[in-house]
């Protein structure tokens, strides 16, 4: 019985999604057909929708619906589409009872009725469908995360990044608003990566003061500087605010994933990164890499400006 079982629940999703699609198809073939007796029911009920133009929308979107469904694409959104439609229909019972007779059903309250079970198959549809697209997302990231592991391992207990690699995908929160994706919305640009301790580090604020006022050194040569750690968005907001930063900042960072792609050492209390810093080319890729493993360690801003002069100069 075991397969029996294992077998209906793994044609199940697929059965439901190709029944609603073929009710869908067949009910607006009618109403493109001959939408007279939905245009009576609607002057019953929604008076000001009694139109055969409307009636002929509505059929075109199930015809529309039950294809898409048929075909397998966008079946959560059309599942949800489905679920408004058939929503949209049930309302007479609370509109216009008299027209389904509700407690006590007529004909048409009970053709009316049977849009629940349709509307809890779009319902069952669209969650089937979303959940099978998170758990594809989730098995490509645990992939991404499996390959990156490997090729550190690869390398032995040095899980630190190298010159000439091209910098793993880090997205974060932004002091000041919106999401900030490294390197890819540095690409075309020098960079420079700082990721600090804390609000709480005072040799991570000297770092992010010195390089603030090498900024328009940094400008000229066009290089962007980015500050990174594990605070949240208000400490990070306080610390933009109180050295008057003027560089991106991103908060949030998970400090154990960041351990994970990028080999920065992890302080335990406070949990947060050891300070760890990158030169990035304009194609994404480490020109060079600064690992601490405690309070001090870390990229200098004089330093910084120098390495990038002669990097471009011997371009």
């Known amino acids: 019985m075991n397969t029996v079982f294992q077998f209906v629940?793994?044609?199940?999703?697929?059965?439901?999604?190709?029944?609603?699609?073929?009710?869908?198809?067949?009910?607006?073939?009618?109403?493109?057909?001959?939408?007279?007796?939905?245009?009576?029911?609607?002057?019953?009920?929604?008076?000001?929708?009694?139109?055969?133009?409307?009636?002929?929308?509505l059929g075109a979107l199930e015809v529309i619906a039950g294809v898409l469904l048929l075909?397998?694409?966008?079946?959560?959104?059309?599942?949800?589409?489905?679920?408004?439609?058939?929503?949209?229909t049930l309302t007479i019972f609370v509109i216009a009872p008299a027209v389904t007779g509700f407690p006590i059903l007529t004909?048409?309250?009970?053709?009316?009725?049977k849009d629940i079970v349709l509307a809890s198959a779009a319902i069952t549809v669209a969650a089937t469908d979303a959940a099978r697209h998170e758990a594809k997302l989730a098995a490509g990231k645990k992939a991404e995360k499996m390959a990156a592991s490997s090729k550190r391992e690869a390398r032995?207990?040095?899980?630190?990044?190298?010159?000439?690699?091209?910098?793993?995908?880090?997205?974060?929160?932004?002091?000041?608003?919106?999401?900030m994706t490294i390197p890819q919305d540095l690409e075309g640009r020098w960079a420079v990566l700082l990721f600090y301790r804390g609000h709480w580090c005072p040799y991570c604020r000297q770092q992010l003061v010195d390089f603030q006022r090498a900024r328009e050194q940094l400008?000229?040569?066009?290089?962007?500087?980015?500050a990174l750690s594990v605070d949240s968005l208000e400490q990070a907001q306080q610390t933009v605010e109180r050295h008057r930063l003027s560089f991106p900042v991103l908060s949030g960072l998970d400090a154990h994933q960041v351990e994970e792609i990028v080999g920065a050492s992890i302080n335990q209390d406070p949990l947060s990164l050891q300070a760890t810093g990158f030169v990035l080319r304009p194609d994404g890729t480490i020109a060079v890499a600064v690992y601490s493993s405690s309070a001090i360690g870390r990229l200098v801003a004089a330093d910084t400006v120098n390495f990038l002069r002669y990097l471009q100069k011997a371009q």
């Open 107 to 113: 004909l048409i309250g009970q053709f009316l009725l």
């Open 9 to 57: 629940e793994r044609i199940a999703p697929s059965v439901l999604r190709i029944s609603l699609g073929l009710v869908l198809l067949w009910i607006g073939a009618l109403h493109l057909q001959n939408p007279h007796s939905i245009v009576v029911l609607l002057s019953q009920s929604l008076p000001f929708l009694a139109e055969s133009a409307f009636v002929y929308v």
């Open 219 to 226: 400008n000229e040569l066009g290089a962007e500087v980015v």
């Open 156 to 179: 032995g207990v040095d899980m630190r990044l190298r010159n000439g690699e091209r910098f793993p995908t880090i997205t974060a929160s932004r002091v000041g608003g919106g999401e």
């Open 71 to 88: 075909a397998g694409l966008w079946v959560r959104y059309v599942g949800l589409l489905s679920l408004v439609l058939f929503a949209g």
